[in-house]
């Protein structure tokens, strides 16, 4: 089905959770649309190679929806950037997600 699971507990690296232990975790799952089959995940098709971004600048990125694109309504189209975690961790703490403001 595809997505991503966080694991999150003191025995984590293990995968081990035991009820009735002092022992805190929690597992949760997320499964954005896009992951649920090609026809939903959008292609980049256009952007400025070589742009300085700077506060507040606007700037273009095209991308096409296979077929008609009717999954996605007017206003359901968000936009993020992030930046890749460390390369031997999967996790970073210094982790930020900037969400765009989408304009047609």
């Known amino acids: ?3 991503t699971v966080l694991d999150a507990a003191d025995k984590a690296w293990r995968g081990e959770f035991v ?3 002092k022992s805190c975790g929690s597992v949760e799952t997320f499964s954005p649309p896009y992951l649920l089959g ?9 952007i ?7 506060y507040k600048q606007l700037i ?8 008609n694109g009717k999954e996605f309504d007017n206003g359901k189209v968000y936009a993020t950037m992030m930046a890749p975690s460390f390369t031997t961790h999967s ?4 982790q930020r997600v900037l ?3 989408v304009i047609e």
């Open 1 to 3: 089905c595809g997505g």
């Open 99 to 101: 969400v765009l403001e």
């Open 48 to 54: 400025k190679p070589g742009v300085n971004l700077v």
């Open 19 to 21: 009820l009735g232990t």
């Open 38 to 46: 090609p026809k939903l995940r959008p292609n980049i098709t256009g």
């Open 60 to 67: 273009e990125v095209n991308f096409r929806l296979r077929g």
């Open 91 to 94: 996790f970073s703490m210094n």
